[in-house]
């Protein structure tokens, strides 16, 4: 009997292995999944956004009157209510050698507590660098310790529910091969030698990305969706980060991909102390207009993950939005905003996506900001080399110093 269970769980391990490998193919490299650049050039007709400019560039107070309201009707009818307004202090801070944070350097482990008694694991790594640094702001899918080569010891593992797949390190190169080589953690002696740190948290510390356990800890936040509460734990992050003189206040950037591009554009609406947004993938509640109706449905999204929203926004599977996605856009101007997209990945709408950027354009011409950028990249939905590489370069050019 003692030699069965071993067996029973390597057989476990295998089915789930390859139940994974068919969703995953299905979900990154299926053959539906072709975007034509061309259908790109066809989304001209740009909707008009909620927020319009007048003749004149408005001044502050009526720029802050107009985001206020349009950041109003994004959570009623898209994201759902935002847990209440704090600020978070660092109850721990634990520095951690190389040697024991699979080789990088300059790695910090902080405890970070609002006073609504959330806590959640901040990783902090900073260039040795003379002067503060710009510092990038990210969250991860797999947990913090997941996110470091080896999977060390000295990082915290989450602790609320996290996927299966994401516990044992024997999927992590399937997690590569599928979705990218830095899916799981981002290229942290890249990112410090180009002079930025990363500030790196796991969301499900805060709200679990399961339905089932979502409930109740939106619940305990007074919130209504996990996308908000991943939001709002953007701000928590930089409330920690202001404090610190290693860290550039004037250059903090919001990275994402996927769901967590959607967090990283509602974050950056929600927040000015956000300086710059890289949202990659981000889809269907995310960059992608809902009225668009390609890609991933409303339907589908809604069902899929019903925690991620307000509840109002399962009434548009059917119905055109009174608020859209060019409108969130809007909320990050006059700030630099970089969009990416892939073409094997119809699922996230590039297509809406672009559309939503032109819908936007207007308010960024009437602050005199740089227009978004937007870029197509070849492969499917994941983090690869070159979303680093395009991100980086776009934040040396847009966020330079003199």
């Given at each position: 009997?003692?030699?069965?269970?071993?067996?029973?769980?390597?057989?476990?391990?295998?089915?789930?292995?390859l139940i994974s490998v068919a969703t995953f193919w299905l979900y990154a490299w299926g053959p539906y999944r072709l975007v034509s650049l061309d259908r790109l050039a066809l989304a001209a007709a740009a909707p008009k956004a909620l927020l319009r400019p007048s003749d004149e560039i408005p001044n502050t107070l009526e720029w802050t009157q107009?985001?206020?309201?349009?950041?109003?009707?994004?959570?009623?009818e898209i994201?759902?209510?935002?847990?209440?307004?704090?600020?978070?202090?660092?109850?721990?801070?634990?520095?951690?050698?190389?040697e024991r944070a699979g080789g990088i350097a300059g790695v910090e482990q902080l405890e970070v507590e609002a006073p609504n008694g959330v806590r959640f694991n901040l990783v902090l790594v900073v260039p040795s660098t003379d002067g503060p640094a710009p510092v990038i702001v990210m969250q991860n899918f797999c947990g913090n310790q997941a996110a470091f080569p080896g999977r060390p010891s000295s990082i915290a593992p989450p602790t609320n529910y996290y996927p299966i797949p994401c516990?044992?390190?024997?999927?992590?190169?399937?997690h590569r091969a599928v979705f990218g080589e830095w899916m799981l953690g981002p290229p942290y002696e890249r990112i410090v030698a180009r002079g930025y740190a990363v500030a790196m948290f796991y969301g499900g510390d805060v709200v679990p990305d399961h339905a089932p356990d979502a409930g109740p800890a939106l619940q305990r936040l007074h919130?209504?969706?996990?996308?908000?509460a991943w939001a709002w734990t953007h701000a928590r992050v930089i409330d920690v980060l202001e404090t610190d003189p290693r860290i550039d206040q004037q250059r903090i950037i919001a990275w994402g991909q996927s769901r967590f591009g959607k967090v990283a554009l509602l974050a950056a609406a929600s927040d000015l102390r956000i300086?710059?947004?890289?949202a990659f993938q981000s889809g269907r509640g995310g960059d992608a207009l809902?009225?668009?109706?390609?890609?991933?449905?409303?339907?589908?999204?809604?069902?899929?993950?019903?925690?991620?929203f307000s509840p109002r926004y399962s009434r548009y599977a059917a119905n055109d939005p009174e608020v859209d996605q060019h409108d969130l856009l809007t909320l990050i101007a006059p700030r630099p905003l970089f969009i990416g997209h892939a073409v094997r990945d119809s699922w996230a709408d590039p297509a809406g996506a672009y559309q939503a950027m032109a819908g936007a354009g207007p308010i960024f011409d009437a602050l005199n900001a740089p227009a978004p950028v937007f870029s197509m990249r070849t492969g499917a939905h994941g983090i690869v080399d070159r979303d680093w590489t395009t991100s980086l370069d776009f934040l040396d050019r847009?966020?330079?110093?003199?």
């Open positions: 009997m003692s030699k069965a269970k071993p067996r029973w769980f390597i057989i476990v391990l295998v089915l789930l292995g107009r985001r206020t309201s349009v950041l109003q009707a994004l959570e009623t994201y759902g209510r935002f847990p209440e307004e704090t600020r978070a202090l660092v109850v721990r801070r634990q520095p951690i050698p190389a516990r044992y390190g024997a999927f992590d190169p399937l919130a209504d969706g996990a996308l908000a300086d710059a947004v890289v809902t009225s668009h109706r390609a890609g991933e449905s409303v339907e589908a999204i809604t069902q899929t993950y019903p925690h991620w847009s966020l330079a110093r003199p």
